[in-house]
Every structure is written in C-alpha cells, then in structure tokens.
C-alpha cells in the first residue's frame, strides 16, 4: 500500500500535477507520525520487514503506552523489550490485547495479518539456566518477526558431552543462536561442529573479571571457528533479528 | 567419501570385525594428520563445507608453506590469510599454482573442483580508502568459498549521498558486509536501508581515540539499526565466512 | 559596574592614595564570597558572560539552596543543574522565583535583566526518545544564556530519511547540539549535512557494549565528518554554554 | 554552478522532459568521480564550505597523490594531512604547486579563487613544544580553510604566570585552540579566562599514564571551565575545521 | 617500652636462658592480639608512629567496635574511616569517648597521650563543594596524627583568580593537600606555585567521562608540575598519612 | 557403577545386541537430567570427581531448590554458592539437611557417603578481615571436596612480621590459598617463602583505584614469585577446586 | 649444606659464640651477592626448590651472562627466559656449557647435579600452531625443574574431535598446562574433560579485539570448569614452576 | 635579586613613576625568553628552588640543546630527561660542560653556584636490575636537586629476606623511593616497615597483564600501608622532585 502511494506521487510529479518540492516534503514527511517526544517511523516495516519496535529501558511506561497505541492502531503489531515490571503492569492494564513475558522482559501485541513465515528455523542455545532472560528475549523476538525458534538449554562447555549429545538439533538448525555469559567458549565449540550462520550473544552472568560481559563479549569477538559473527552483550533481541534477516531472505 | 569411510568403521563394529575401542581410534585420528608443529584437520572440510583455511600471522614462512603443501595435496584447496610480504615470497617460489593477493595479504591455492557455488551475492561496502586491505580479504575469502563479491568502495556517511546514490546496489545484495574504521557509523545507516543481513567489520583505521578499532566496534555492537551482526576488528576474513555460512545455506 | 570599582582600585594606586599590597587584595578577595563550604565567585558573570551555575550533584539540597540564595540576592540569575528530586522539592520551598524542569533536572532563578541576546539559534537534535533529558537539560541552559532554542527529536539514522526530512531545520540553524547514545553515529551524518557549528553530547542511553556512554562518545571523537567537536557524557549543559559561547561571540 | 545543475534536473522533470528514475540517478552519480579505490565527492565544497581533504595516513603515497590530482584538476583546493615524509617526498615531485610543511605534515595546493575568508581570528595556544606538530596542522588548516591563526606557545600552567602574561592575547581572540598533552590542564584554565568558544585538543605527548593522551582527553571532556569542547586525540585538523565552521558562520 | 622488651628477649637468648627457636616465637607473636575475624598488631604503633586505623567498609558495626575496643583499651587512640551512618550509630552507642564526623565519616579514640605534635602545617585545599567529605577525612585524619591542619575550599582553576587571591596561604603551608575531581587540574597549579610537597587526592566527583575518578587520578599522574604524588581516589586518609609522615620526618 | 553401565552398552554394540547410533544415544543422553530451564549432568561427578555444584547468582530461590532438590535427591551431594539471603531462607525451608553458611554464603547438603580425602591441608590465608567472606567460601567448598582446611587471617604485607610470624604454618601447608583485595601484594610474598602450590584469590575489597578487584587481579598475574596461579576476582569456590584438583590428584 | 650453615650459625649463639646482631647479619647477607645491578639470592634454591632463573628482558647481553656465569659457578644451574637473538649469540660465545632453544627463547646451564625428580607428568595442550614459543618455554622450565613434559599440539576447539582423539593423553597427564590465544576456550573444555589441576596460559595471539591477550586471559579467569587457575599472559615459565610446586609436593 | 627587581617595579608604581598597565606587563613577561618553538621562563628557578628542567622526549637535538643553552648562559643550570641515544651525541658535541649517564638517559649541566643542600638524604630502592634505568633517572634528579641520594638494588619481595637484610639503610633513610615493575609489592612491604616519606615509581619493566606499568601502578595506588604516594610510570625524576620538595622543606 505504501510502495503504491509513492509511486503515485512520483508520477504524478512526471504529470505535472505535482511540484517538485511539493512531492519531495511528501515522501518524506507522511509515514513519519510526531508525539512530541517522539517520532514513529510507519515506514520502516516497509523498510525492513519487520514490525516496529521499541526499546523500553529509559522510557517511562506512560510514554511506552503511548507509542505502542499509536503504532498497534495501524495494525501492524509492535514489540517492547527491556520492559520492567512497572511498565509490565502498566501496559497490562492499558494496551488491549498485549502479551507480555515476565523472563523475557517483552509485551507484544501482534499485527492484523501475521508476519511472512522465514524459511527454515532458530535454535537459541544457552550454556547455564542464568542466560535464559536473554535467551527468552531472542526467541520472542524471533516469533515475532516469523521465525519458529527451539530452544536447546544449560549445554555448555564444561560438560561437553552434552552440548554433543544434542548434536543432531544443531546440524537441524537453519540458524543458530549461542547465549553464553562467563568463558562465552560455548559460540566457538558450536562453530566448529555446524555449517549454518551462528549468532552469539554474549551475556552479563558472571562476577568479577567477566566485567559485565566483556569477558564472553571478547572470547566471541576472538572465535578461533570462523564466521561467527557476534551482538552487543544480552542483546538478545538483535541476534533474533539478525536471524530473521537470514530467514526472510532465505525465503525469496 | 569420508562419510563413507565413517560409516563403514561402525558396521564394521556392528558386524564384530572391529572392536570399539579400535574403532574409536580408528574414527578420530585418521583424518588428523601431523606436522609436529600443526595437526591438520582433513576432516574439517566435510564439517563446515570450506577449503582449509591458514591464519599466517605468527607463522614461519616454512610452517605456512609446509601445512599448505600437505593440504594442497589432498586436492581441497587452501586460503592463507595475513600472508606478510616475506611469506608471500617464500610461497610464490615454493607453493605450485599460488595465487597471491598483496592488498588482501592472502595466498590462495584453488582445489580440484571448484567449491559449491553459494546463492546471491555479498555487497562489499567500504567507508574509505584506507579500509581496503580489510575490504579486499573479505572479497577473496567469499570467492574462495563460492561465493560472488562486488565492492562498493569510499562511501563513508559524512558525505551520506554518496551512500544513498548506490542504494540500487544495497538493494540487491544478499548480504552486506560493510567495512568501516574511525567511527565506523557506516554500519547502523546501511542496517537501516535494507532487509537483509548485514555484517560489521570495523577496522584499525584512525588514530587516538579510535584505540586501534575499539571505537568502530564499540558503535557496531551497539548500532541503533536492529539486527546488524560484529566481527573482530580488521576480520575481513571472518565476515566473509559468515556470509558464506548464509550464502551455502540459502542454496540448500 | 565591577569593571569601574577595578579601574578605580588601580588609579588609587596610582594616585599614592592605595598600597600596592593592599590594592592586590582588595582586588582579589572583594568579589568571592565565602560560606564555609563554598566560594561563590561573582566575578564569573564578568569574565564569561554567563549567569552564574551550581553543579547540584553531590551536594545537598540546602547546601545548593544556600549558594543560589546569595547568588540571586545579587540578581544577577541562577541556574541548578542535576536536581535531585528531593533537592527540586526544597528549592521549590525555599528559593523564591525557582523555575523548575523536572525532564532537565534544571533549577532556574531569573536575574533582574534578561541575559543579551545570543545572534542566531541553537538546533538540539536527539537520536532518541531516551536521550531527551540531556537534550532537554540543553534547551534550559541555552535559554538562560540568551539563546533562541528549537528541538528536532527521535531522527536517529537507522531511519535516516526521518532525519533528511528535516534538512530544511538543520540547514537554517546557527549552531547544532546533537543528542545521542548507543551508536552515537547521528553526529558524523549530521556533520557531514552541514557547514555550522556542531557539537555532539554522547548520552549514557544503552546498554552492555555502550558501556555507559563510552560507545558514542568515542565515535563522536572519531567523527568522520570533519569539525565536530564533542561534550562530556550527558553534559547537555556544556554543549548549551559552548554554543552560547558562539552566538554571543557572534553578536559582538 | 552545481546548485544550478540540480534545479536544471529537476526542473527538467517537472517538465516531462526526463524521467524520475533517470533524474535520480543523474542527482547523484554526476558529481561523485570513482578511481576503484577511492570515490571523490565533488559535491562537498558545495556542501560545506571547505577545500577538499585527504587523510593521508594509511594511504599510499601513489593513491594520495592521484586522489589529490583529481581534486587539483578542478581548481577547488585541495589539504592532505598526515603526510609521512615518503608521501611528501612522492608529492613534491608529482603534484605541481604543493606546499609542504614539515612539522605539520601537511601538503596544501590551493585553489584557484582563495577560500572565503572567515571573521575574526583563531588563537592556537600550545602547553609545550613537543605539543607543536599538533598545533601546526591546525594552524596550516586554519590557514587553508581562509581563517587567519595566531600562535601562542610553551605557556602550560606549571608556570601559570606564563600564561597570564599573555592574557591580552586571549582576550582579542575569536576562537582559541588549545593544544595540550600530559595533564591537559591548560584547557580548564583557558576556558575559565575567556568568554570565546574554546576548542580543546589533547596530544599523545607524554608518557606511562598519559596512556597515549588519553589522560589529556578525559581531562578535557571534564572541564570545570564550561563550555569548553573537545576532538580526537592529536587532532589540529579538527580543531581547525571546528573553528572554521565558527568563523564562517560569523561571517553570514 | 615494647623496645625493652625485644631487647631483653634477645640478651636472654645471648645469655643461654632462652632457645633461639622460642625467642623467635616469642618475638613475632606476642604484640599480635587474634580476635578471630581480626589480627590487630598492637607493634604498629612503634614502628610507624601513628595510630592504630581501622578502614570500616566492608566491616560489620559489630566487628568494628570489637576491633576499636581493643585497641583503645591498649590507650593508644584509634581512628575509624569510611564509617557507615549504621556503623557511626553502633559505635556512638557501645563504644565509650568516640567522636564521630559526619562530613568526613571518620570515628576517632583520642589515647592517653595526645600523638607527637608534626612540625610546620598542612593545608588542604579542595576545587570544589562536593569534594568536601574527602577533604574533611583529610584534615580529620591529619589531626589524629599530631599535624595542623588548615582549609581552603572551593578555589578550583576556572575561576583561576580565587585561587591566586590564597596564595598567601599556600606560600605558608609545609605541605599541601589539593582535593579535586572532575578535570584535577588544581594539582598542577597549585604544584607550580609552591616549592612544597604536594599531595595530590583525585575524587570520584563527577559524572561521565570521569569514570568515577579515573579523569582526575591520571590528571594528576601527568601532572606537568614536577613533583606532584598522589594517591588513590578519594584516599583523604592516605594524603594525611603521607603530609604526617613528612611533617613527623621533619621534627626528628 | 556409571563407568560399568556405559562399558556395558559398549560390549553390547559389539555383540550385536545394540544398534551404532541407538548406542551413541543412550550413551549420551542417559546421565543427563534436563528440568526445562536446566539441565543437569549427573555424569559429571564420575569425570570430575566433586560432588554437583550449583552457582547460586542470577536463579531464583525456586530454581536453586529444584535443582539441588534433584540432584540430593540420587545421594551425591550438592554445593550451592553465591546463596543470596533470601535464597538462603527459601533453602532452610524447602531443602532438608542444608548447612548453610552465611559468611561464606554457601548452602551445602552432603552425599550419602563422604567424599573421598584429599591428601595433606589447604591453608587459606587472607590479607584483611573484609576478604573473609571470600576466604570461607574457599574453605568451606574445600571442605565439601574432602578436604582439610585450615586459616590464617588479616596477615596483610603492611605489617610484614604478622605473616613471618607465622611461617610454621605457611611451612607445613600442601597448597595455600592466599586472599587479598587492595594492593593483593600478599601473593607474591607468601610465594617468594614457601615451596608448594599458591593459587591466589583477588578480591573486590577496596575502592577508588582498585576497580572492584582489578588492581590485585593485576598484582597476582604479574607476581613476581614465580609459579602463582590466580582465579578470578573473589572466586574462593574455584580456588578451592584447583586446591582439590591437587590434593587429590597426590591421593592417587 | 647450606641448611647446615644456618643450624650452625644460631647455635652459636646459643653457646655464647656469637653475638645476636653478628648473627642476623651473618644470616640475612652471606648468601646474597650483589653485583652492584644485581642482588643475587643463593638461598632462593634452598627456600624453593627451583634452579636459579633469570628474567631476560629488560638486561643487556653482558648483565644476562654475568649474572648467569656467577650463578653457574656455584654449580646450581641457572635457567634464562626471554632471551632475545642477541644475547643467545652473546650466551652462546661466553657461557661455557649452555644450552638454547630458539623457539622457547631460554638458555639452560645445568647444575653439578640434576634437580629431584617431580613425581608424574606435566602435559602442555596448544591450540594452535602459534601458541608454540610459549608452550615451549613451558616445555623446557618443566625439564629444567626436573619434571617429565609431553606435548599436544594444535588441538583447538574449533575442531572438538581433534581434542577429543586425544583423550587418553589428557587422562593420563598428571598435571595439564593449556596454552591458547585468541578465544582462549580450549582451557574450559579441558578442564571439564579432567579432574587433574589445569594451569591456563593465555597468549597474545591474535589481532585486534583480543588484545594482546586479554580475551583469553579473560576467558580463562572466567572459565565455567571450575578449579582452572590462570598465570600472566605468554607466560610458560610461571605455568611449569606452577605445575614443579604441585608434582614435587606429590614427590614428598 | 628577582625579588629586589619586583619590589623595585611595584615602588615605582607607588611613586608613579610607572603606569599600572606598564608595570603588570613588565613584570610578566621580562623573565620569559621566548625562542619561537619554547617559551623558557628564569622565573621557575626562583619560584621552585629547583635548576631548570627539560623533558627531552619529542624535541628534537637542535630544539633540546637551543634551549639548555639558554637556560646554561643564565648561569643556573639545567638537567635534561629522557635523552634520546641521538640527542646525548648531538648535547656532547654542541653543549660545554655537560654530563651524559646513558643508564639514566639525563644530561646535566651544572650552575655557576652548587644547588642548596638538602637536608638528610633519599634511598632509592629497587625491586629488580631491569627498573634500574628509572631508578638511575631518580638518583640523578635528586643530585641535581641538592640532595644525597644512595642505591638499594634488586631487593624484590619474592625473597623477603634481602630486604629484610637491608633494613638498616631503610631505617637511616629520611625519605625512601620504592622503584618497582611487575606486580609492584615492595612499596606496600617498605610503607609498613619505615615511618618516613615513601615515594613509589611503578615502571613499565614486565609483559602481558603489566600493561606496560598499569599493574604496578594499581598495585601501589591501594597499596595496605597507608601514606605510600605514587609518580607516574617510569617517572624516575618526579619522585626526585618529589623528594627534594620534603628534603628542602626540611632544611628551612
């Protein structure tokens, strides 16, 4: 529908029925929706495929409400991560129809028509039960986006007979996401026994010289299995859409 | 081939012509091979569906030529990376058939089949001038491993249109690897253009408070554009291999 | 008026009616006030041109109240950075005339003459709906330094068209503050769109990677747009004086 | 001219006489010249306001001066920073019209027309002599960049007397530079003397926990002096370019 | 007293009345008093000449009270630092004579006798209001050593004449204590103005780039005034132990 | 009886009695319990020879009860550190037989038999009396893993004769752990004097410049007493481990 | 013999031949010889166990060799680490009876008599080719400390089944050194293959995000097996003094 | 006589004999010679009652050697740091009188009168025979400076007992430098065994986890004996200066 309105304007610039100017403050200006203190970009599910969504951590729940309504009033579905309990409670009681995840820290509420289906599937794999947040907030998302994701748990290395045990969901997988905190060695041991795309999301469970994550931040940035390729620290929800990226364009 | 070998070692066991133990020996250590200094992984091939890969730096020239003749002679073709100028030289006089690539700093012996041909293309896209030599062993890592590499060269944000007047070509990219140093803002503006996977080299390109690619990487790890994936800094090589794993997976 | 008193200490000595050791003093101890725990500097207004500014963390809320108390006794006008909410509520009680912001963290007591007008105005541009208390902390101080300012919020350039959109503000601004956290990259796009002054403020919005605002910082540092310059983390309250410093310099 | 060239187009499809796609196309490739490893942007004097620059470091003396050529050829100007002495050796001998300056690293050809000529004057304070390479690049891009720059030098605040000495300096100044390593406490003390905007530029002069001037650079992003901004570390070009993008808009 | 003792142990060893074995138990365990949680070595006091000092973090109330009764029962005085209000609340109720310092959240037993008096003054000069607490511990903990010592607050270098209007007051100090957070630039001032030891304390004052006082310790470190030592951030304590080993040095 | 169960399963693949791959399935997937957010390795007690351990931060009190309720519940015993105080409360009441230790925070239930002994004595020797909570996590898990553990507290180097005079028992230790925050110097002492394994334990104690545990992290990896080995920063429970790794390592 | 000396010494003045000053002087200086840039500690054998060994970076050829000659003389044995290819020439020439390796960069003259066996053996596991240098100076510290060393080269974990081929290496080591760059991983999944001590030994390496070493120092300090210890980066020596104390503590 | 000369223009003004105007810029800038690249201010000497000092490192020979030539011609001696093995040549040549110590990297050249004495006199005590350079640098500054400066070399806490033996000249001290890399304990050991100022340098000698002095460095800003102060890395002459400061205090 949006793709056809522009292409509209542009014609009707080569028809005369419309100033240059005119056209160009057009295109730019319509889909974009200003609340004042922010500015919603109804584009960028044209864009990018995905439905539009926003980052709950430093925003007060009244002002998460009220862009969520304004984008779930076009019915294209909206998704909220790193929501606290507050505004968890907050949009319970004033966005209709949300779905919230305590573990994950999510609230979606899905779109008039569901997203396109990705090709294939994600299996998000955790190296401790302490990594399941993020793990949790991958897979929303990656449903979210389309994506069936499986969950494979508490495999990691240092008991590596079962992260091998569980071989046969890995070399099943289209894409596989690796949610390590600590050492962060589950994403290379995972590398090297699969060929499909291995995201890894390195996470901030551990203590003292793990600093926050920068510890299994560096162990993925340094995989010695090549080609994985590594989000920002419990950043569960990019390395979803990184495999949405993947299966979206394995699709066409 | 291998496979089949494998597959014959556990009927053998199944039939009672093999013990378990030697089977076991069997399976793990014949396709190893040793130099003393390297074991070579012959069985790595079938693993992950790439030729054998060298990380040159902190080699001797003899080590490198050494482990690439062995592997050259089982025919899998061998990538060298991080070839300084003295290595190539010594692998230009002793290494048959080497095809050496001085920006790219990499050796490449080409097996006796060709490898699969991946689907799509990778969009090689460089901030600036000084980021080539990263840029360039990206491309000659995705054509050894089947894939198509086209270069989209110099077109950092400061100057945004000249980004914008090559949308035609980010648009029809399978994958972008994008290669960006000092701020390394290139990466969140092509993730927000196109739908399909993105990754982010950032380069030791800059000075001072680049921290030799720590800023880059700090603004990819941390682009406002969902989705976009990091590889260590300077890592053409690695972003290469992670299209590959999309690429490969897309044919299947 | 300070000005004649110095003038006049200087030609006393001239004149044998002063000591050349007393003048000095006079001099140098006359304009600073001290309350035990502060030496309020009267003089600043004269050297710098700006109101006098209390940094109000770290200190408590009756010891802010105390220093803007004899501060605007003098009516030359306050402003409180870095309110407290409980400091907020007891200047609200105890300090006539406050006005007070509670997104800026801003306390502001008018003086008897407004400030001069600063030549042109300032744009605060923000990635985010996140980064608007440090925009906003700006948009206060620019206004109690004389300085006409106008907002331009959420244009982040993962959408970058939302910030093209609005080249026509940015094209018609004096100077620009631009406002982000994460990847901070907004600064290097809008430097490159422009010829005026930019100055960036990197925010401590994100999370992981961002390591409190390290990530956009030092991407600002590292702009590939030539001539930006940047601020502390979150000091939206410095960009605002080094833009005052501009258009007043401006004016002369 | 250029600005002329655009209208033209885009009149052109207003009046049938060229179609929208084609339009675009022309908008945006035409003044973008690609050499394969480098893609010049003519458009950017248009832009900005400044000759053209070259980042000469990592680089090759080859490329530089084809690159630099190119620019020479259309009579814009053109500044190359960072020179090694190989590329000024290579530049001297094949770029007609350079001028070379040693201590700065630079290499100049100017234009045909010289650059517009900003208002005032910049004041480029330096803390010692090791920190004068810095100083000088700003200085020379000052220069190219049509404002005029004065020099003041060794007047670090051990000896604050030096630097009071030479406050009649500071007080006739449009914009200062200040050019410290080590400590960087010279920018605090500068910024807390003048009402002009203060650029500060910490250099790696120093040694053990100056860290390469990182201590100089967090000195400077904390000054208690507000107002005061800051570049990259070693970064006269910047700085120069920051005051130039002041001096320019005085002039409007 | 203790001295005699040793003496005496040793001549009965020389005299054949003790075995060497059990003089050397006798002689390392006798002056160290185990409580268990705590090894209080009553010997400090003889061979440092201070008071015996108990860092409170990380002690409960409990086991600091038990510790400081100890000790003062010995009467040699006892000083408390970084005591918590619930610490300061439990020794003002169980712990007879302490006098308790809010600002400084300093606990103090005088002894018996008051502590040998150090020659010549300290004077411990602050930037700032909100480096008030560090600055207290210092004069706090400078009096509990014997030394005097004086206050000069709030003469930070932007207003960098309020600091030259003391400078009476620093040319008549023994050794000086600057207090600064944020740029730490007062170090080097004040350092280039006096012939005295400086100590020089960073406090973790500030927000930002000032990493919780890192900007300020590495300031300070550089500090282009030779001469200059400091200690650790916010170590109040440690400057004062440092100006009593001097002042103590210099009455002998 | 695990080793005679899987030596079992082989010998029946070999008679034929047992497919291949039914084999590697029940061979890897039998000892391994999952609870959905966990996955429990019943396997490692037989490969590593500790009773289970659970790590106690970031799982609920529920999650931690479930888990150590399933594994006490086969009769190997089970060690649950960084016990928070609620979790400590939710354990006394739900698990029957927990010994819990709130200095150490450690919640340990024992096997049904105890764990085989290590040969000889760990010694844990602490610097000041706020490194013990981490001193008795050591002790205690060296305990849980059958052996002897013996202390030495607040034996920091600032008063050198309180570690000398304690050499007898430094002297008969088999390993000695040493815990020390702050300058963490005690490792490389107690290193130079004893011949047997030190394995050093930095703690977070401290402020200010140690950088919760990163300067005696830096002071152990860099001790200048050869053949120290450190963990991370207040991870008693994993010096304790490599304690036992060697004590029972000397058993066999 | 030297233990005899000391008996000697106190029971001298036990008998009255000796005063208790002479003594102490006579115990602490007699086996210290100082060379003026030197101090050379012939207890350390006595106090430790080890040969002599001397740090060779940072000292001249003719400092490295006279230190060893003096040494060397007395029969001890003497071990040289860090050599670089100039002082092994200078060795080579002027140290009579020494023996160099070029990979391990040390020089060995043996002692009149071979060190005590250490009970067991020491296997030392490299990830890859380039982690050889480091392992090797493990190597032959482990020899020259009198203990048994095998090798197991380049079995990193992006090929788990190398690593896993040599299980029964693993199983049979007494005590394992695990040297790797990069990811570091390897050391947690040998760590949680054994139940022997694990001595981690991170090297530099790698290029950009690892740092020179951090990333695998990191990875292993937070290495999720539990009871593996870490030494400094690149360092093989400390790792096989490590391993020494824990194999001749198994010797008594 | 600088003084007479002040007191001379200030009377004069008194008398009005000189405007006020001209008497401020009289007695600023008379005793600064500038040369262009260096401002040399004769004040320092009467304002520190220290000999002028050039910090070599990043001048070049010509520039280091104009300067202490102006600096000698005034009579008042002048010591240069951080000679280059260039710079010492070009100084032999081009300097009369100056002393060269290669161990130091300092040049020297004497005043027409000997610099006042300090009172008592400085041990500079290092841990190992690489810190000597930095050691050597303190020990030269100190002479310089006027004051008695001996060597204790080599006496590293890794064998306790060779400090323990030197106690004596640790005792006579009236001021101690600690010079110390790697993991930097003997300054904590040697703050806990005198009462005297104790000045500690970390230095750059060590690899890996040193970070080039880092580690020393934190070690010694936490250091457990209280009133230990600290230089920047490798800063041999500060401590000097430092000890001077107290040495000179001392003597008036």
Do not use: W
Request: aromatic fraction near 2%; include cysteine.
């Amino acid at each position: 529908m949006i793709r056809e309105h522009v292409r509209d304007l542009l014609e009707r610039v080569a028809n005369g029925e419309l100033a240059a100017d005119a056209a160009l403050d057009a295109l730019a200006l319509d889909p974009v929706e200003s609340l004042g203190f922010a500015t919603i970009d109804h584009h960028r599910a044209l864009r990018q495929g995905f439905p539009e969504v926003i980052y709950g951590a430093g925003k007060t729940p009244a002002q998460i409400t009220e862009i969520a309504s304004h984008i779930a009033a076009r019915g294209t579905g909206v998704l909220v991560t790193r929501v606290s309990p507050d505004a968890a409670e907050f949009l319970r009681a004033n966005l209709p129809g949300v779905e919230l995840n305590a573990v994950a820290r999510t609230a979606h509420v899905r779109g008039i028509e569901p997203p396109p289906r990705g090709e294939g599937n994600v299996v998000v794999v955790t190296a401790g039960t302490s990594d399941l947040p993020v793990a949790e907030e991958a897979a929303v998302t990656a449903d979210a986006m389309g994506c069936v994701a499986e969950r494979l748990t508490d495999v990691g290395v240092a008991g590596i007979h079962r992260l091998l045990a569980n071989r046969g969901s890995l070399e099943q997988a289209s894409v596989i996401i690796v949610v390590a905190g600590m050492d962060g060695a589950l994403a290379s041991v995972v590398g090297g026994l699969v060929r499909v795309p291995v995201i890894a999301v390195p996470t901030s469970v551990g203590y003292g010289a793990s600093f926050g994550g920068i510890a299994p931040l560096l162990t993925m940035l340094n995989s010695c299995a090549a080609g994985v390729t590594v989000v920002n620290i419990d950043n569960g929800f990019g390395a979803a859409v990184a495999a949405a990226r993947i299966l979206h364009g394995a699709t066409e």
